[in-house]
Each structure stands twice: as structure tokens, then as C-alpha cells.
């Protein structure tokens, strides 16, 4: 099973806080992360294995979209930060926009998130 991650500069924390509750899970199955650049980097610093692709802004929301669109993805999760602007918003729409044509589960923030990675992790 792959996992898409991404989060806004100001929600890599919160992402890796919210892998960090599902650590002993993400080690013992067989589940892949992958995840923008920056993000990825946060990631694997809190002892995660990740397949990190470009940064966001210069081509990992698209790399992200082209798995959802291949059906490669069981879920992606992208924290956003509603709070601020992000040069690449046309970017982001689009993975959304791809997320919902090929109907692969998409969580925008810690809540839904674990209810999806709940869900998928027990089948």
C-alpha cells in the first residue's frame, strides 16, 4: 500500500506529530510512504522510510497527481495551511482535482487523516 504525504511549510510538524501516533503500524506493514521533498526530509528525520520526490513547488504536487491519476496510490494525505497563500495553488487544485476524478482518498487534516489510515490500515 502507498501513502502520499505533503504538507505546507506550516504543517510539517503537525504530519510528522501525526505519523509519529502510527509509527509501530507504519514499520510492521506493508505500507510505502512517499512525499514531496521538504516534507519528505522532516519525514525522515523522525526515523521514517520515505521515497522523497521533487518539492512541492517545483514538481512533487504534480509527481504526487501522476501516481493518483496511474491508480498507484491507496491515499493521499496533504495538510494544508488554509491560513496562507502558496504561490503554487494551481498546483495543489490540480492534485485535488485528480484525487477526486480517480476517486483516491484524500485527507486535508489530522482528523481525517487517521480516520482514512484507520480504515486502510485494517483491511
Known amino acids: 500500500m502507498k501513502i502520499a504525504l ?26 510505502e510512504l512517499v512525499a514531496t521533498g521538504t516534507t519528505g526530509s ?4 523522525a526515523g521514517f522510510k520515505v521515497k522523497k520526490l521533487l518539492s512541492g513547488p517545483i514538481g512533487g504536487d504534480a509527481q504526487i497527481a501522476a501516481m493518483a491519476a496511474q491508480k498507484e496510490l491507496a ?6 495551511d488554509p491560513l496562507d497563500k502558496h504561490p ?26 487517521e480516520l482514512m489510515f484507520k480504515a486502510l490500515t485494517q483491511a
Open 6 to 31: 505533503i504538507a505546507h511549510d506550516g504543517k510539517k510538524a503537525d504530519m510528522v506529530h501525526f505519523l509519529s501516533g502510527f509509527k509501530d503500524r507504519l514499520h510492521k506493514e506493508d505500507i
Open 42 to 45: 522532516h519525514i525522515e528525520k
Open 75 to 80: 491515499m493521499v494525505i496533504f495538510f494544508r
Open 88 to 113: 503554487h495553488e494551481p498546483d495543489v487544485q490540480m492534485l485535488m482535482r485528480i484525487c477526486d476524478v480517480h476517486n483516491i482518498p484524500l485527507a486535508t487534516n489530522p482528523a481525517s487523516a
